[in-house]
């Protein structure tokens, strides 16, 4: 007698999870090449229409792409196509090594999004409390990482420990609206991918219903009847 196969409590929880942000996007090349068009958009229009400084949609970008593709050299690819491409219409940076860690800190937030999946696996609460805090952690590593960068690689302040202290208090003003800005973007980015995977699998269940009610309308031939 075969034993029916069941999945592990954790594979189960897991699959919930991809499904809360992916939906039907899993199966759909197109989909997903779709999502991620539009988080660079999104990423683009946000950092070049800022309403206010740093409050852009980068870090809500990079940890939805982080959720939404698997792979996480696709996902880091989002966040640094979208900085690439508005930094057309931005002022360039003081070295490549500022550069490098602009794009760095920009795009570490992809790791956090995979962990996102499985925090949303527990419950509602707990997918929105995974989503603030991805959002809060993002804006202070890039705060502490850009200004000590900033610190070390230009001459603007001695390199000392009064240096250091005045160069973080100068940048505090830069940093009021940040993690405001990456808490909001955060929460209306993902409740947007929420929304459409919700909308992918409700058109997909509707052109299925007429597929089972015809299944349940044809008449079962018997052995007796073919006899």
């Known amino acids: 007698m075969a034993h029916p196969i069941t999945t592990p409590p954790r594979a189960a929880s897991l699959a919930s999870a991809d499904s809360v942000f992916l939906g039907s996007l899993r199966g759909s090349p197109t989909l997903l090449a779709a999502a991620w068009v539009a988080l660079v958009a999104l990423g683009v229009a946000g950092r070049l229409c800022q309403p206010a400084f740093h409050v852009t949609p980068m870090a809500a970008v990079a940890l939805a792409a982080g959720a939404v593709f698997q792979n996480p050299l696709v996902a880091a690819s989002v966040p640094l196509a979208a900085l690439v491409v508005s930094n057309l219409g931005l002022d360039a940076y003081d070295s490549l090594p500022m550069a490098a860690v602009v794009f760095a800190a920009t795009a570490w937030p992809v790791l956090l999004g995979g962990l996102l999946r499985r925090a949303h696996a527990g419950s509602r609460a707990a997918g929105v409390l995974s989503i603030l805090g991805?959002?809060?952690a993002s804006s202070l590593v890039f705060?502490?990482?850009t200004n000590l960068a900033f610190w070390w690689f230009t001459a603007e302040?001695?390199?000392t420990a009064?240096?250091?202290?005045?160069?973080f208090t100068a940048a505090l003003p830069f940093y009021r609206w940040m993690p405001v800005g990456d808490l909001a973007w955060s929460l209306?980015?993902?409740g947007g991918l929420a929304a459409v995977a919700r909308m992918i699998d409700f058109g997909a269940a509707r052109r299925l219903q007429p597929v089972a009610a015809t299944a349940e309308s044809t008449p079962v031939k018997r052995a007796s009847d073919v006899a």
Do not use: I, V
């Open 134 to 136: 991805g959002a809060l």
């Open 143 to 145: 705060f502490l990482a």
């Open 162 to 167: 009064e240096g250091l202290a005045a160069c």
């Open 157 to 159: 302040y001695p390199h």
């Open 188 to 190: 209306a980015t993902f």
